[in-house]
């Protein structure tokens, strides 16, 4: 939800009351939704394959990695055994199923106990073959990861070492305890009665090799508080998150994030795989989502002091910025931004009427499509909140979401080349195909 000037500064007033902040701002959302609520729960302009598992909740996560493999084989996604509008419990396991999109079902099914539903257990795909996610293990007390192998439909091995972002077979990672304790939305709760015991020159982004089975820190969380180092960091606690591999595998970013008397402060950080020639990209107390356009540019929904809270390209190289799409698509504030080609996708944050939207912007030639809008219950907020998350196929051709339109979780896909109607069509035609109904389940 977007506010006004006016709200902003009441918002800012009431925070320093929260629980009046909490609930008032509860009830300013509620109001506006009687106000401002549409007839209808979604609209697309595209036809929708609902990824559906029986009567459970389904969804893939982030919208940095793509559901589907190279060769458009394969979808792996999340199915959740427990409602997802309540906080995820380590006691009940997630699955992640392997779906065949030829066989039109799904050939198998992992189970994993560490999970959020914001980015499930981070699985992904690291070849056409195999995919990867973490899990738990609890006689070590440790999380690992597991590989998949798709065409043996069988597990390959187990990395002593959970992962955050993959590329080939080198992973890089993070501490998902610290994580847990400063950003539990992407954190995971199987060690949550573990204190952080890691100092900050033993804890940070480890770089692990997924042949050998090997695991070291490559940046300390000190090494980084020491880029551009300000005194008010040694009072903070900091963290980092959202890494990112660049599609060559060669440089990554990653987000720092310190709290100062429960203030946040963002800064974008690059860094060569190696965990060398660190640089700072971005500094000016806010930085949010981001993604990577090639390898010598990242777009970023950030704050700039002099310019405001817009889309920016940022030139890793030299470090030189300019504003992205103008008002066209500054006006709807952050999203989640994906880029295919010369074209970004992104979706913006519920509006009064509680509708979320997807848009498909050309960069090339500031063209802005309207590809839907998505309604999001009340009951999703917080942690168990259902962004989105718009992310392409390798091809281009398919945008994947999440969404709980229906009142329930579920990943769709978009085809790009089936579109339904005309984009400037006043009423789109309303049609969901079941991409997966089964009745029952081939291991």
Partial sequence: MTYNETEKVLSDLLQK??????????????????????????????????????????FFGYYDKSPINSTNEYVIFHEAERETNKLPDPSVPIRIHLYDVNANKVVS????????WQQGTKCQWI??????????????DKYTSKIINAQTRSLEKIIDFPIYDVYQNTALSLNYDRL???????????????????????????????KKNKSELLISIKD??????????????????HIMISPNGKKFIFLHRYFIDGKKQDRLILSDINGKDLKVLADHDMVSHCCWWQNDKVVTFKRDFNQGDKYYAINVDNGHKEI??????????????????????????????RMRDL??????????RKLGEFFEPFAYFGECRCDLHPKWSLDGKRIFIDSVHTGRRSLYMLELDDQLVDLNAKEPRKEVVNAYLPSHMEH
């Fill in 324 to 353: 992205l799409g103008g008002k066209k698509i500054n006006a709807f504030g952050d999203g989640h931004p994906s880029i295919f080609n010369e074209n970004m996708i992104f979706d913006t944050f519920p509006y009064k009427s």
């Fill in 180 to 210: 847990a304790v400063l950003r539990p939305d992407y954190g995971y709760r199987n060690r949550l009665n573990k204190r952080v015991t890691a100092n900050l020159y033993e804890d940070g982004i480890y770089i692990v090799d997924l």
């Fill in 224 to 241: 980084v508080i020491a880029l551009s180092y300000n005194a008010k960091m040694s009072e903070a606690q900091h963290k980092v998150n």
């Fill in 109 to 116: 099914s992992f189970a994993s106990k560490t999970y959020n």
């Fill in 127 to 140: 070849d056409a073959t195999r995919f990867i996610f973490n899990d738990y293990d609890e006689k070590a």
């Fill in 17 to 58: 009351f929260p629980a009046i902040h909490i609930l008032g701002k509860s009830i300013y959302k509620r109001l506006n939704y009687l106000i401002y609520k549409k007839k209808y729960n979604y609209k697309c302009y595209y036809k929708l394959h609902q990824f559906q598992v029986g009567d459970k909740e389904t």
């Fill in 359 to 368: 848009y498909m912007f050309n960069i090339n030639t500031g063209e802005l």
